[in-house]
């Protein structure tokens, strides 16, 4: 079965530029999808293939994805974002889910 | 404005049984499919299966069928997720989200969750 491969944490200082990659065979071939999850709230997308941004969501959140691996990158990170963030992935007509990634803004 | 309502916090014994809902309020929700995810305390977002309410055609993630079943009342617009005997590792939260209509497929709408415990 299909995996993506989250580090489990990423910290950063307020201000500076977060990124949290995603590894997947071949990942760059897929659409990627990035959520954003808040302690004791649902998941919410913050990206949609791979770049789009939905509407409310601000412009300092941006993806990629090249190779194997998916990059969001959050700049100019604030204390609103520390939050959980999950990639995913289709395999198929199956939704994979990478680990996650706890974002912590010190 | 699109609203999927779960059920309440369920607490079942090892080998009962359960099924929890999730309601879809708006326009058209018996035409996009329904997804459930699983999440563990203290751990990640897990896709159990979807379904598409319009015709109740399901599917399921290779590690979750047979342990689970999805289904819908498209009269009601709800989708649910039945256990037949519940296991102390069925303990988790438990979210219903929405498929978007167009590819590329991701999950735009989410319900607030039931969270599941199941404890003797």
């Known amino acids: 079965s299909y995996e993506l491969t989250q580090p489990p944490s990423v910290s950063v200082s307020p201000g500076q530029t977060a990124r949290i990659t995603c590894f997947g065979d071949?990942?760059?071939?897929?659409?990627v999808f990035w959520y954003q999850q808040k302690p004791g709230q649902s998941p919410v997308v913050v990206i949609h293939?791979?770049?789009e941004r939905p509407s409310g969501v601000p412009e300092r959140i941006s993806g990629s994805n090249f190779g194997n691996t998916a990059t969001l990158t959050i700049s100019g990170t604030q204390a609103l974002d520390e939050a959980d963030y999950y990639c995913?992935?289709?395999?198929?007509?199956?939704?994979?889910f990478g680990g996650g990634t706890k974002l912590t803004v010190l | 404005e699109v609203q999927l309502v779960q059920s309440g916090a369920e607490v079942k014994k090892p080998g009962e049984s359960l099924k929890i809902s999730c309601k879809g309020s708006?326009?058209?929700?018996?035409?996009?499919?329904i997804a459930w995810v699983r999440q563990m305390p203290g751990k990640g977002l897990e896709w159990i299966g979807i379904?598409?309410?319009?015709?109740?055609?399901?599917r399921y993630s290779p590690s979750f069928q047979g342990q689970v079943t999805i289904s819908a009342d498209k009269s009601i617009t709800t989708a649910f997720l039945q256990w037949s005997s519940l296991k102390a590792s069925d303990t988790a939260t438990y979210y219903c989200?929405?498929?978007?209509?167009?590819?590329?497929?991701?999950?735009?709408?989410w319900g607030q969750g039931s969270l599941v415990i199941v404890s003797s």
């Open positions: 989200t929405r498929q978007t209509r167009t590819a590329p497929y991701y999950f735009d709408y």
């Open positions: 708006g326009n058209n929700f018996n035409n996009y499919w």
């Open positions: 379904i598409y309410p319009g015709d109740s055609e399901t």
């Open positions: 071949k990942l760059g071939n897929k659409y």
């Open positions: 293939e791979d770049t």
């Open positions: 995913q992935a289709w395999d198929g007509n199956t939704a994979v």
